[in-house]
C-alpha cells in the first residue's frame, strides 16, 4: 500500500483539489452544496480556517485555506467536511457497484474521491498563482466565457474587495493585485 506524505506546516495556506467519485457532475446541486456550506460552517466551529479561495464545479472543487498559527490538520477538517456532505446527501448518489470490498468494509459512500490533492503554498507568488487558477478554473473547463460569469466561486469577494477588476481574464495579461501592495497584502494578509 502506498505511504502518502503530505506537507503539513502549522500556519501555512494549503491549495486543494477534492474530486467526486468517478468525476460525478453532482456539486452544484443545491442540496450538496447546502450541505457543504454547513459542513464548513460546522467544522470551523471547532476548527476554524480561513477560507482564501473557493470554487466549485460540477464534479470537483478547488480551495485556499490557511489555517491558524500552530494547526496543521487540515486532514481532519477534509474529512469532516466530506463525512458530513456524504451523511446529508450520500444516499441519493449511492452507488454500490462502485463500492471495492475495502471501501464497503470501511462504511464509505460513493460521493467523494478517497482521498484529495494538497499543495503547501510556499510563498507570495506561489499563493498569488494559484489563487488565480482557482477563480480562472470555471473558464478552464468552459463553463463560463468570463471569470465573471461563475456564481460558485469566491472571485466575486475579492473584486468586492478591489484585488481582481470585474472584467478580470486571467490569462496573465494584467495583474489582479492592487497597485503599490505586497502580493499577500492584496489578499488581505500583512
Known amino acids: 500500500m502506498s505511504r502518502y506524505r503530505r ?3 502549522a500556519g501555512a495556506s494549503y491549495f486543494f483539489t477534492v474530486v467526486t467519485e468517478r468525476r460525478q457532475p453532482v ?5 450538496v452544496r447546502c450541505a457543504l456550506r454547513e459542513a464548513i460552517e460546522t467544522v470551523r466551529v471547532k476548527r476554524p480556517f480561513v477560507i482564501d479561495a473557493w470554487v466549485l464545479l460540477p464534479d470537483h472543487l478547488h480551495a485556499i485555506w490557511t489555517l491558524p498559527e500552530g494547526d496543521m490538520d487540515f486532514s481532519t477538517r ?5 463525512a458530513y456532505v456524504t451523511r446529508r446527501c450520500g444516499e441519493k448518489y449511492h452507488r454500490p457497484e462502485w463500492l471495492t470490498a475495502r471501501r464497503a468494509a470501511k462504511h464509505c459512500g460513493t460521493l467523494w474521491q478517497h482521498r484529495y490533492w494538497e499543495h503547501l503554498l510556499r510563498d507570495d507568488k506561489d499563493f498569488e498563482r494559484h489563487m488565480d487558477y482557482v ?3 470555471p473558464v478552464k473547463h468552459d463553463h463560463v466565457k468570463t471569470v465573471s ?3 460558485y466561486s469566491s472571485f466575486h469577494r ?3 474587495a478591489g484585488v481582481y477588476g470585474l472584467d478580470w481574464v486571467g490569462d496573465g495579461s494584467e495583474s489582479p493585485l492592487i497597485v503599490d501592495q505586497p502580493s ?5 494578509f500583512a
Not at 78 to 82: A, F
Open 7 to 9: 506537507a503539513e506546516v
Open 149 to 151: 460569469d461563475w456564481p
Open 27 to 31: 456539486l452544484l446541486g443545491e442540496d
Open 78 to 82: 477534509w474529512r469532516l467536511i466530506k
Open 135 to 137: 477563480h480562472f478554473n
Open 184 to 188: 499577500r497584502a492584496g489578499y488581505g
Open 158 to 160: 475579492w473584486v468586492k
